[in-house]
């Protein structure tokens, strides 16, 4: 508990509750081969929420992801953050951060200087990213690994770590795709779970993208839903479900009903 | 350097009141004790006696040929003319051997330096890689004994110490291109998704290098070590025929094998071409060695296999 407080304090610049925090304006995506990926995509994410885009295989929602991030240009329309470009606001305000699909560990680095990278790379003094990168790894509950090296830990430990170096950084707002879609359904639910109270704690505001209903569900504060290819936003699903929410939730009748309401909305396009 | 160990006990956060067991790694290490020794035996053995079994039948089918044609000793020479020879001349042999294994050993080691850094180079710029790849794999295909002599006049007439410098250049330039061209295939086949990773915490292109691509090359640069180290010998011995000052002194195993030859002292030819691949072996295993301590933490090709 206490260290993850630590983390959120030493963050430099907070957005207010209910700030926009990225804001996507018509954007549009279309490869040099013709193929069209994102079509009209509008979008609103506001401090404190955790928003996930959800939608079939090959809809464009990584790709999506990857523009909000800054990692590729859009065609059409335009993306910003904190009514910056991405690029700048990633060099200007060091409050992004990005969980990819696989761990994306450097297998030559300890888990510990793995979760130091991000530091290391805006030269943060050896002995604070130290201490930094043991509370984050603290936080994901992974102390007792911190000079393993990536490949003799299980996938979802990696992907822990993954995590824990994005909880280094001490974000804003956290971009994760599909970071659990190669885990079994059980670390998957188990780190659902983890992944609620790390973001309580962080105070993050999270875009996630998955193609699991249900994981999309529990999540979040908000779905939108994604037609498949050229994607557009087919359907907002607000959930309201109040935080902290128990794994139990997941059999209860209002969760079903929201899932169903998503389901509908994806199946109908 | 920090010292591993230096033992620090962090308080744990939270996570682990969830009931999600923090693996503890000791039990998963492989247990030896478990093994039986006679298995372990087993292992050794078959480790060992393939190779020495394959030594065997090629001294015994080399002593069946040369018995069987009543070969002449002036014709073709004999294990026994070999081991003779190795005899009569072990202080030469030595000499020729330490001297070879210096050129080379220098040659190899400014192969790394220029190979390397012309590799870094190339993986900056597409364009550059252009200018200068197509080029750098003429070092291996000039045939030597061409540039051999030019070395030794321009090297001469120079302001160098000359010394031992042209050998150790026609090493150099037959040793360079395998590293050349396994430090580019590593420092260009990075992940993808690690790139976007140090972009997404606005890397600079030194830290790029740096951090991802010359630690993901290590293991092709080894490789393309381990390639060079023969040609680096080839190189010397090569240079040695044409620049050498004779005896085996300065010389090396490259004067030797060369009188030898034109003396008709097949017995020593035989030992000193042995010596020349003794050393090689010697070095690769070497190598060998050095990749597998320094990649053992982290990759596959350093890991012992899991039975």
Known sequence: MFAAMDIAAGSVKRAQPGEVLVTADGVGKAYANGTIALRHVSFEVKQGEFVTIVGPSGCGKS???????????????????????????????????????????????????????????????????????????????????????????????????????????????????????????????????????????AGWTVLFVTHNVFEAVFLSSRVLVMSRRPGRIVAEVPVDLPYPRDPAIRTSLDFNMIVSKVTAALSEE | MRSPKREVRYGRGNASDEGDPVLSWEEDQPDTSLVPAQSRVRTMLENVLPPVAGLAVLIGAWIAVIRWQHTSPLIAPSPGDVVNGFRDNAGDLLTAVWSTFQDAALGLALSIVVGVLLAVVMSQSKLLERAIYPYSSLA???????????????????????????????????????????????????????????????????????????PFAVPYILTGVRVSSGLAIIGAIVGEVYLGNGGPQDGGLGYETWTAGTQGQWGLLGASALSAGLLGVGVFIALGALNTVVLRRWHESALRPES
């Open chain 1, 63 to 201: 790709t999506l992801l990857r523009l909000v991030a800054g990692l590729g240009s859009v065609s059409a329309g335009s993306v910003s953050i904190c009514g910056l470009p991405p690029e700048r606001a990633r060099r200007e305000c060091h409050d992004m951060a990005f969980v990819f699909q696989d761990a994306t560990l450097l297998p030559w680095r300890t888990v510990l200087r793995n979760v130091e990278l991000p530091l290391q790379l805006s030269k943060v003094a050896p002995a604070e990213r130290r201490a930094r990168a043991v509370q984050a790894l603290a936080t994901v509950g992974l102390t007792d690994v911190l000079r393993e090296y990536p490949r003799q830990l299980s996938g979802g430990m990696k992907m822990r770590v993954s995590i824990a170096r994005a909880l280094a950084t001490q974000p804003e707002l956290l971009l994760m795709d599909e970071p659990f879609a190669a885990l079994d359904e059980l670390t998957r639910s188990r780190l659902n779970v983890e992944l609620l109270r790390i973001v309580a704690l």
């Open chain 2, 140 to 214: 291996q295909t000039v045939p030597i004994f061409a540039i051999a002599p030019l070395i030794g006049t321009i090297v001469g007439n120079s302001q160098l110490p000359v010394g031992h410098l042209p050998i150790v250049l026609v090493s150099f330039i037959i040793a360079v291109f395998p590293i050349i061209a396994n430090s580019i295939l590593g420092l260009t086949s990075v992940d993808p998704s690690h790139r976007n990773l140090f972009k997404m915490y606005n890397a600079s292109r030194l830290q790029e290098l740096l951090f991802l691509r010359v």
